[in-house]
């Protein structure tokens, strides 16, 4: 047999490698607490399970969705007006997502050609480099360094890459460093992607994950948003539907109209229950988004000043479900401590190289457990030994 050679690009995922590791310690009669996945453990509000639940007990929801329905873009759009402040035509600049993964994963082949250049984050979610390469682009890797912010620095991008450059991902909130962008950053953002004309995709899984006094917005909220390029944004994590895969591809209409007509050639569209799902997270009662901030929040501070009191200092996360920390200065590869971690201590987390170049030096942690279980993994972690030296 032989196979398309772009999968050479591809090995098993951190994530499948990280899950071998945790089904052998299990197997084995061990305790592992997974912080590797951001997996949401926190549950839909009841309404939006009623509404599930109602539309699957109707045997008419069975046949192919086709198309997204009417009212799920019009609630879409009554969204985004009434929490970002952005004006969208329902039928031209919304797309329904297999999740905002599926979506990262295809958008790409809508706009890029092989040899395309495109500019992603570093570090970044995998599927933002991966996405590209699918398509048979190349990749030019823009920074985010920590005495910036974790900022991309635009004018740091060489004159010649900023001009063959065809599109570009950018992500704030961001995962996995948790960062958050300020508006002078979107306004550079627009100007650079208009004087190079670069399609821009920004990633909005987050903006309801923030901490503090701050609130996370829309990219498109910022005038000539929509001109440039499109935001994706997820009901996952804000609403508790991960396993649903329920996404949106927003913004600029030229962009959405290549990515429906991709789409149409690929699946038959977002089963009817689903829909119904999506419409009642966004229109019904919101209180529960606030409950799943604080939720992250409160799990978020005894993540990081637990880990702080055993002697591994950890700054507290601004948004996101994760924490992005340095690993102990006497290590000098992520890989190696997350696999000591879950040796000695089983607490599983995902070495900060899975991200890319710049992730090297760092791990992430998902807050995807309960109080009481990221408890245990302090005690498990102080117990191990890893930090009970001066080092």
Avoid at 70 to 77: F, G
Avoid at 127 to 147: C, H, T
Avoid at 180 to 187: E, I, K, M, N, Q
């Amino acid at each position: 047999m032989q196979f398309a050679k772009r999968m050479e690009q591809f090995g098993d995922g951190i994530f499948t490698r990280l899950s071998e590791i945790k089904r052998r310690k299990m197997a084995e009669g061990e305790e592992v607490i997974d912080l590797s996945v951001g997996t949401p453990n926190i549950p839909p509000a009841q309404h939006i399970i009623d509404a599930i639940v109602d539309a699957a007990s109707d045997k008419k929801n069975y046949i192919y969705a086709l198309n997204d329905q009417e009212d799920l873009l019009e609630a879409v759009s009554v969204w985004y007006k009434n929490r970002y402040g952005v004006n969208l035509k329902p039928e031209t600049e919304i797309c329904s997502l297999l999740g905002s993964q599926e979506g990262l994963a295809h958008i790409s082949l809508s706009i890029l050609d092989a040899g395309d250049l495109a500019l992603v984050p570093d570090p970044c979610y995998p599927i933002f480099a991966d996405g590209p390469r699918l398509a048979g682009a190349r990749l030019y890797y823009m920074p985010q360094k920590k005495e910036n912010g974790y900022i991309i620095q635009l004018q740091d991008i060489p004159e010649a890459i900023a001009r063959e450059a065809k599109f570009m991902i950018v992500s704030y909130p961001n995962n996995p460093t948790t960062r958050l962008a300020p508006d002078s950053f979107y306004r550079e953002l627009i100007d650079f992607a208009k004087k190079y004309d670069i399609i821009v995709l920004h990633d909005n899984a987050y903006s309801e994950l923030v901490f503090g006094d701050r609130k996370g917005g829309s990219f498109l909220a910022f005038p000539g948003g929509k001109d440039v390029g499109v935001e994706f944004n997820s009901l996952s994590k804000t609403y508790g539907l991960a396993g649903a895969r329920i996404g949106f591809c927003l913004g600029n209409a030229g962009v959405i109209s290549r990515l429906k007509t991709l789409k149409s050639n690929m699946d038959y569209g977002m089963f009817l229950p689903l829909q119904k799902a999506a419409i009642a997270a966004v229109t019904g009662e919101q209180s529960c988004v606030e409950v799943t901030r604080r939720t992250y929040e409160r799990r978020r501070d005894i993540l990081c000043e637990g880990l702080t009191a055993l002697g591994w200092k950890v700054e507290k996360p601004e948004a996101t479900m994760f924490v992005w920390a340095a690993i102990p200065a006497w290590y000098s590869s992520s890989e190696t401590f997350a696999l000591d971690l879950v040796e000695k201590a089983g607490v599983l987390v995902t070495p900060g190289s899975a991200f890319g170049p710049s992730g090297e030096g760092h791990v992430r942690m998902a807050l995807v457990q309960e109080e009481g279980v990221l408890i245990r993994g302090l005690d498990l972690i102080r117990d191990s030994g890893l930090f009970g030296t001066v080092r």
